[in-house]
């Protein structure tokens, strides 16, 4: 699975889109780029994820370079409550055999400011 | 709610105690997974179900560590003679097959410590 390269920390004022980037230069072809989210104390959440086009739910956006290399999420009015660590992962295309855990890098300390 | 949830949320024990961690999975997610999150660490993965085949269990770290799932239900956590350094959050994750084994929903954890 392609390595990902993440920003240590950031901050977001309250009310404003919060803009986490994610480089995965080595991305493949049948690799997704997934994003999750860790809140102090809880357990991890997953958020959003995508192949090459651009998604959104209804916790995020996920904007993906047409080379794929890099991506970034997009939490449209950050809240305090959004305050978390953030992690992009690549992952590849289900192969049907093996096991699918989930390892996370050092991720993106996100700190929405009153 | 449709969560995961486990239980206890907290455990403190005695070295040299045994202890069970137990974890209820989403109804219809066929796969399970437990992880440990020593503090200020990330994910360190346990153990791996999937519907009714063999367990992966090469995330165990010793052999006082097993688990035990029955069918597509409930999931325990089993550590024997446990040591200072099994003190950790043991978190599980649930999640449906196919790709949908990458969008995994974790419960809050059982918070363990080893006096």
């Known amino acids: 699975d392609a390595k990902t390269t993440q920003p240590p920390s950031m901050d977001c004022a309250e009310g404003r889109a919060a803009n986490l980037p994610c480089n995965h230069s080595?991305?493949?072809?049948?690799?997704?780029v997934y994003w999750y989210r860790q809140i102090h104390s809880q357990g991890p959440q997953y958020i959003i994820h995508?192949?090459?086009n651009n998604e959104t739910n209804e916790m995020a956006s996920l904007i993906i370079t047409e080379d794929r290399k890099s991506s970034t999420l997009i939490l449209p009015h950050a809240t305090l409550r959004d305050t978390a660590v953030y992690y992009c992962?690549?992952?590849?295309?289900?192969?049907?055999?093996?096991?699918?855990?989930?390892?996370f890098g050092k991720g993106t300390k996100l700190s929405v400011i009153p | 709610g449709a969560g995961v949830s486990q239980s206890p949320s907290n455990k403190v024990t005695e070295k040299g105690k045994d202890v069970e961690l137990r974890c209820d999975p989403i109804?219809?997610?066929?796969?399970l997974y437990w992880y440990r999150q020593r503090l200020g660490q990330g994910l360190e993965f346990l153990i791996y179900?999937?519907?009714?085949?063999?367990?992966?269990k090469s995330g165990l770290p010793s052999d006082r560590f097993s688990a035990e799932r029955t069918g597509e239900s409930v999931s325990t956590l089993t550590i024997q003679r446990t040591q200072q350094e099994d003190s950790a959050v043991y978190l599980c994750?649930?999640?449906?097959?196919?790709?949908?084994?990458?969008?995994?929903?974790f419960g809050a954890g059982t918070r363990l410590s080893v006096l």
């Open positions: 994750a649930s999640s449906l097959q196919g790709q949908g084994h990458y969008i995994q929903y």
């Open positions: 080595t991305i493949s072809g049948n690799e997704y």
């Open positions: 995508g192949l090459k």
């Open positions: 992962i690549v992952r590849g295309a289900y192969s049907g055999a093996g096991s699918y855990q989930l390892t």
């Open positions: 109804s219809g997610h066929t796969a």
């Open positions: 179900f999937q519907g009714n085949s063999a367990p992966d």
